[in-house]
């Protein structure tokens, strides 16, 4: 029988309505059975770790991914395979997060959520629940189907670090633009094997010092120069992704250039990310990315906003150096980007 382990971290999946508030409220996840009766047909032995107190995703912080490294890291020769119930408005950096936390991986750690509360008629929790663990305890050649940390929602499997949310109201919450579905479910679960990662031939290895010295600015029309030198300037700060135009552009004022040249100077880590939700960054390509390229501003390729702000609070945990991190931040880790030779 297979074993799977489910953290219940709070949000909307686990609410149900009181008949008397009107009021949503959390229900004691341990008793899943009697609120989604499905999973006893499913054949799995199937155990709850819930977060105490449930944290609502907009409150989660990097404390949290390390509570759940750690939960998986200390049961995982226990289970056949991990689902990680969270709230959708944090969810991809949770799932980015811990796949760089959680190296040679080779157990399905599937995180999930809902739109409408289990106890709802239209909901869409339960559909996502139950597949996420069908998805979780799955082989394929006697080997575990998915070995990678994913975010199923609404009939598609996705790469944790290559997923954004895009819909705040429809069910199909989350999209992965620069990388192929890894599983689609429709009446047969369907993996599409050869974008999976491959088994790691190491054992699990647990980073628990993410460190969270780095910010996002994202460039915008009107933004000035006082305002910028604040963020660059922020005490303790260490790394910036920079959100920028299309392929990686940005104004060419001389205030700006000037300010971002003068952080990376003093050690600061720049990298370059495309604010729209698909394509690369291609620094070079036009005049407006030139002058990036020129200072050290370091190019994310086609690494979204989530993977590359936790993959520099996870390289700065390993108490790299700034070489050591402009380094690494441009290597593929854990399936994030797309080489630059690919």
């Known amino acids: ?109 599937i995180l999930t959520g809902s739109q409408l509360p289990v106890g709802q008629i239209r909901t869409d929790a339960k559909e996502n629940l139950i597949t996420a663990i069908e998805i979780a305890a799955a082989e394929i050649k006697n080997k575990p189907a998915v070995p990678e940390v994913c975010i199923f929602f609404n009939h598609s499997l996705f790469r944790g670090n290559r997923t954004s949310k895009y819909n705040a109201s429809r069910f199909e919450a989350f999209q992965s633009i620069n990388y192929p579905t890894l599983a689609e479910a429709g009446v047969h679960i369907e993996y599409n094997e050869q974008f999976i990662n491959k088994l790691p031939k190491k054992e699990i290895k647990i980073h628990d010092k993410p460190e969270a010295n780095a910010g996002i600015i994202k460039i915008f029309p009107g933004m000035t120069k006082g305002w ?44 370059n990310v495309t604010q729209r939700g698909g394509g690369t960054v291609e620094q070079g390509r036009y005049e407006t990315s030139r002058h990036l390229e020129e200072i050290g501003v370091i190019s994310g390729r086609d690494m979204t906003t989530e993977a590359a702000l936790t993959k520099l609070m ?3 945990g390993m108490k790299l150096n700034k070489m050591q991190v402009s380094i690494q931040i441009q290597k593929n880790l854990r399936g994030e980007l797309t080489p630059a030779d690919k």
């Not at 912080?61 to 226990?78: C, D, L, R, T, V």
């Not at 001389?254 to 600061?268: Q, R, T």
């Open 228 to 271: 910028i030198d604040s963020m660059l300037n922020t005490p303790g700060i260490r790394a910036i992704v920079l959100e920028t135009y299309g392929a990686g552009n940005a104004p060419t004022d001389k205030w700006l250039i000037s300010a971002l040249e003068g952080a990376i100077k003093k050690g600061m880590i720049v990298v």
């Open 1 to 109: 029988m297979k074993k799977i382990l489910i953290i219940y971290t709070g949000g909307t999946i686990g609410m149900v309505l009181d008949e008397k508030t009107k009021a949503l409220q959390p229900f004691n996840f341990r008793q899943i059975y009697s609120h989604v009766p499905e999973i006893k047909r499913m054949g799995f032995s199937i155990t709850v770790q819930s977060f105490e107190p449930l944290i609502d995703s907009s409150n989660m912080q990097p404390a949290h991914w390390i509570k759940i490294a750690q939960i998986i890291g200390e049961q995982y020769q226990n289970y056949d395979g991990f689902v990680i119930l969270h709230g959708t408005d944090t969810m991809v950096y949770t799932a980015s997060a811990l796949s760089f936390m959680i190296e040679y991986l080779s157990k399905p750690v």
């Open 314 to 316: 996870f390289l700065l």
